[in-house]
């Protein structure tokens, strides 16, 4: 299973974090640290592979972004770098040409997608047109309460 | 209170922030205004406030207040407020904040709401976060809920199921029989699901796993499905038909197949089949066929499919891309043990890997080159390491270094090519290699007897090019000190001939003693060496001695104490020097554990004869090659461990006993403890008293009393009174006992401390009473001379 999931910016500020086991605040602020140290200090034409503690780091580069993320041993890591991009993909399909800036204003949204596409460190649903379909059935039901509570009452 | 701005907005003036105080200074007042709000009563901004703190926890500030808000923001009937309620659960409460028990009502009523969405949210939170108190209290929900119709919850209720698996093993019962039914629905996501919950209970139980063998045919067909299926555009990644779904059953197949033949064997074709159709020229198929190449290890298959396997890892190798580069050296690591000549026809390719760029590559290739290294092919790999080893990365190595020491221990073709190695590797990175590397090649060279010359020059050749890397340096004054003899006389056949004089070699010496990137215990090495050149060469035994001089004053103390030790061979026991100085014996190398002071050590004893002592030497040359000549030395005498020194020193040996602190002197004066005489004072119907005197000074006198027994029976409630002149100082201490057993099996003792003034006056009256045969007796007795002990 994933144990986390981060998207950093290449100075290292943090965009998104997602943990799937428990863990302390200290703990995830020293991850976040070591993450950020690590990645973001590799060489350009580099494999993907990191090693960290007993954890297979795997990361991607996409524009000013990365996404990296921790495997215990057992996982694919091969199959990682398919779930990041796939992430990626619905990002991009959600918001129309996804950019950074996208993702800071509308993380709530990013973290949305994010759970129907993966829970619990394992992925849920392998087909795109069926995340996007449930994510915009989410987006209608929420648009649809708030256009009920605004309407005027009378 | 100011209006609170909208998320997007604070997020933009945040951002907008030039320092790190401003920023913190407009987070502050935000928070101080969400902090209000969240104290109001119900109005329509709170999600917006609680997305707004969401943000602000990411940038790292705290946020613990908001927890309760995200409690109430759950139980609310709002969509939009439950979503936002839910995320902030996520990112706000873990297990071990107490407030996340007040959501597990909460889930609980979602579980069971009308809209699959509301259901779902609830789903997702208790996978993500839920603890293993709400996974009991819950888990009769989650199993309900796979058996609803709605595919859709199905899954996210699979993996919920597998989290609480995760938390509390033994409720996988309750999971098992929907596991098994889930198996046979047609959404994929469902599927996967299910794939993983029923891989989860079978890495739990044993049991789960023989009962899901069964299913192995059923999951073989999906599979085959999978891969003879046309093109599917929902699930089709660069060709692949739902790659992730594949990956996971193979990893299923593996936990199913492994040690058992029967499964295996159904597997059998299945995996063949992924193994040749599966298209690898993007990341998905190699992510497939990589799968497939670890169950084909893991299970029992045949001989054929296993050659594939290597096969495909074979050809993984040479692929363009560095990932899969990695990937296939990390899986060769796995089976380099059990299929080694398989792993071995591809070694030509996995050394060319050693020259990659890529650190990861280069630690991978590293590790698989020193586990394929054989007899046969020794000496090439061996080059190729050592070019490695002068290019690789500062981190690899140590690794790099100590694992070529150990593939050349265990297969160096000749003597002579295992130092060359081990020169040649300290030379490229001898700041880099293990402590016991310097002990260790010293005594590889001590052994290679017909190479010493070769050694030596090798070494003063190394020497006098660099003297930063400090094994080498400990290494080569070591052996200058040796076999500087054999370095002076010039010639060797295996180097080309270089005429070296005494003024070079003691240049050489002096250079590391006195360069400041000498570490204290090279410099100690070289000291010595230049007191070993003072026996092997004629001309400048005059530089030594006022080298050593010089060092006699020198701050570091382990120096000035060497100095001065040999500053004293010089002057006062020059007779002594060529003996002390001559050259050691082969070291053993299965001692080498132990140290000089080990006070255990037999030989010892036998060092009246005048034999060499090969065997004694049992230390480790490097450390005590120093307190060879450590003559001060607080432990046995180190005058042992040279051999042939007996004609000179034949008395020097058996002070074993408590006199450690005498030096040198006394032991060079041939004054070993003869045990002093005793004197009998006393004796009478077979009890004898013996008087022994100790440790006289001219101010006190230790006297030992021991009275034994030729009695048939034993002697018992034996005392012993004494009496002194009033100039004399008299303190009894305890004795032994006050029996004494019959026909001299035993004896008591007891020990009478004696102070006085003037010597002359020393007298003693003793009394002894006992009861010997029944009867009880008494009796008296005068000393008026003491037996002065063996020394004075």
């Not at chain 1, 996804?98 to 993966?118: G, M, Q, R, S």
């Amino acid at each position: 299973m994933m144990r986390f999931l981060l998207l950093f910016s290449r100075q290292g500020k943090l965009r998104l974090q997602k943990w799937f086991l428990p863990m302390t605040e200290r703990e995830k602020k020293k991850i976040i640290r070591d993450m950020t140290t690590m990645v973001l200090a590799r060489k350009p034409r580099t494999c993907n592979f990191l090693h960290w503690r007993d954890l297979k780091i795997v990361y991607k580069r996409y524009a000013s972004l990365y996404f990296c993320c921790g495997l215990e041993d057992q996982d694919n890591e091969l199959l990682a770098l398919e779930v990041l991009h796939r992430y990626v993909e619905l990002l991009d399909k959600y918001f129309g040409s996804v950019c950074e800036l996208d993702i800071i204003f509308n993380f709530e949204k990013a973290y949305f997608i994010l759970d129907e596409f993966l829970m619990g460190g394992e992925i849920q649903e392998t087909s795109k047109q069926s995340i996007a379909k449930s994510i915009e059935a989410s987006d209608m039901l929420q648009e649809t309460m708030e256009e009920y509570m605004s309407k005027p009452a009378f | 209170m100011s209006p609170s701005v909208c998320l997007q907005e604070m997020i933009r003036v945040i951002r907008g922030a030039r320092t790190q105080g401003e920023e913190r200074g407009v987070i502050q007042r935000e928070c101080a205004a969400i902090r209000a709000q969240f104290r109001q009563a119900d109005n329509g901004g709170r999600s917006h406030n609680l997305a707004k703190l969401l943000y602000v926890h990411m940038l790292g500030y705290p946020a613990h207040f908001g927890q309760m808000e995200c409690v109430r923001l759950i139980a609310s009937s709002k969509y939009s407020e439950k979503r936002i309620g839910y995320l902030g659960a996520m990112m706000l409460l873990d297990e071990k904040q107490d407030a996340s028990l007040l959501i597990t009502n909460s889930i609980k009523n979602d579980l069971s709401h009308s809209s699959q969405h509301v259901q779902s949210l609830a789903l997702c939170t208790l996978a993500c976060m839920g603890s293993a108190e709400m996974c009991r209290d819950l888990a009769p929900e989650i199993e309900r809920l796979l058996k609803a119709s709605n595919s859709y919850i199905k899954k996210k209720a699979a993996l919920c199921a597998v989290h609480i698996v995760r938390k509390i093993p033994e409720l996988g019962e309750m999971f098992t029989p929907s596991a098994h039914s889930l198996l046979s629905e047609k959404n994929h996501g469902v599927l996967h699901g299910a794939v993983i919950l029923i891989t989860e209970l079978c890495e739990r139980n044993p049991d789960n796993l023989k009962q899901f063998r069964k299913s192995v045919p059923e999951l073989v067909q999906i599979m085959k499905n999978l891969v003879t299926s046309g093109y599917s555009p929902e699930h089709n990644v660069a060709g692949i038909s739902d790659p992730f779904l594949q990956v996971r059953i193979l990893r299923l197949l593996r936990i199913l197949g492994r040690n058992n033949d029967a499964a295996s064997d159904a597997m059998n074709d299945l995996l063949a089949q992924v193994a040749t159709n599966t298209d690898s020229s993007k990341t998905a198929g190699s992510a497939v066929l990589y799968e497939t190449v670890l169950t084909i290890m893991d299970i029992r298959s045949e001989s054929g499919l296993r050659v594939l396997a290597v096969n495909i890892l074979g050809r993984f190798l040479l692929n363009n891309d560095r990932n899969i580069r990695y990937i296939s050296m990390t899986s060769l690591q796995k089976i380099v043990q059990t299929d080694h000549t398989a792993v071995q026809r591809h070694r030509g390719t996995i050394v060319d890997c050693l020259k990659d760029q890529d650190a990861s590559v280069k630690r991978r290739a590293l590790e698989l080159s020193l586990a394929l290294v054989s007899a046969a092919n020794i000496r090439s790999m061996m080059k190729e390491l050592l070019l490695f080893l002068s290019t690789c990365p500062p981190e690899l190595r140590s690794h790099a270094a100590s694992g070529i020491f150990n593939a050349a221990e265990r297969y160096a073709p000749s003597q002579r090519w295992h130092i060359d190695t081990i020169l040649h590797v300290l030379v490229t990175a001898g700041g880099d290699v293990r402590d016991e590397t310097v002990p260790n090649l010293i005594q590889l060279i001590t052994a290679a007897s017909e190479l010493h010359c070769y050694t030596v020059h090798k070494l003063y050749r190394a020497l006098i090019s660099d003297i930063v890397q400090q094994s080498l340096v400990q290494v080569a004054c070591w052996c200058i000190g040796e076999y500087g003899d054999l370095l002076l006389k010039g010639e060797c056949e295996e180097i080309t001939p270089m005429q070296v004089t005494e003024d070079d070699v003691l240049d050489a010496l002096e250079t590391v003693l006195q360069s400041h990137m000498s570490t204290p215990t090279s410099r100690g090495f070289a000291l010595t060496a230049i007191m070993k050149l003072s026996t092997r060469i004629t001309n400048n035994v005059d530089r030594i001695r006022s080298v050593v001089s010089i060092y006699g004053s020198c701050i570091d103390v382990e120096l000035q104490q060497r100095a001065v030790e040999y500053n004293a061979l010089f002057k006062k026991y020059d007779h002594m020097r060529a003996a002390v100085l001559e050259r050691m014996p082969v070291i053993d190398r299965n001692s080498s554990g132990q140290t000089n002071g080990d006070p255990s050590v037999e030989p010892m004893k036998e060092f009246n004869q005048p034999k060499p002592v090969q065997g004694v030497l049992i230390q480790e040359p490097a450390n005590q090659v120093c307190d060879l000549l450590d003559l001060l030395g607080d432990s046995n005498p180190p005058l042992l461990v040279t051999n042939d020194h007996t004609s000179t020193a034949p008395n020097s040996t058996n002070s074993t006993s408590s006199n450690v602190q005498d030096n040198l002197l006394d032991l060079l004066g041939g004054l070993e403890p003869t045990p002093a005489p005793s004197v009998t004072v006393f004796e009478k119907g077979g009890l004898s008293l013996k008087l022994q005197c100790d440790q006289q000074t001219e101010t006190s006198t230790t006297v030992t009393f021991t009275a034994s027994n030729s009695t048939q029976s034993d002697i018992t409630g034996f005392n012993l009174q004494a009496a002194v002149p009033k100039s004399v100082q008299l303190q009894m201490k305890a004795p032994s006992g006050d029996l004494i057993p019959a026909q001299g099996c035993g004896t008591v003792t007891q020990t009478v401390l004696l102070s006085y003034t003037n010597k002359a006056n020393l007298k003693m009256r003793v009394r002894l009473s006992y009861s010997s045969q029944g009867t009880a007796c008494q009796d008296m007795v005068q000393i008026d001379s003491f037996p002065s002990p063996a020394w004075s």
